[in-house]
């Protein structure tokens, strides 16, 4: 049963903190696929966050979490997780990991997508 399933979130954190969020596919190997990870804020249209090419290689960032956002994959455990540090209230979202056969970025492309998990920065 192909799966993505998101962990790590469902707390609240202070704003400055840091919060590292993890994705477990099962059912297929990330390594043949471009995975993202996407968030979606109360209100607001959802957007990506980060996302592994597999096509180039290259991992690209949304201008509003570059520096302070990362993201890794771990192929033993295929795995994909996202470090995010110096948070922001406006960082308050349900993230997703996705994943596309494509190999190519982009939330119409993918293919597969996690239930979410809620991260939530609040004083």
């Known amino acids: 049963q192909v799966q993505l399933v998101e962990s790590g979130g469902n707390l609240v954190v202070q704003p400055g903190g840091s919060l590292r969020v993890s994705c477990a596919a099962s059912g297929f190997s990330l390594d043949d696929y471009a995975t993202g990870w996407f968030r979606q804020a109360p209100g607001k249209e959802r957007e990506q966050v980060s996302c592994y090419s597999s096509f180039d290689g290259r991992t690209y960032y949304g201008d509003s979490v570059k520096g302070r956002f990362s993201m890794s994959r771990a192929s033993a455990k295929n795995t994909v997780d996202l470090q995010m540090m110096s948070l922001k209230p406006e960082d308050t979202a349900v993230y997703y990991c996705?994943?596309?056969?494509?190999?190519?970025?982009?939330?119409?492309?993918?293919?597969?997508w996690g239930k979410g998990t809620l991260v939530t920065v609040s004083s």
């Open positions: 996705a994943a596309s056969s494509s190999g190519l970025c982009g939330e119409g492309g993918m293919d597969y």
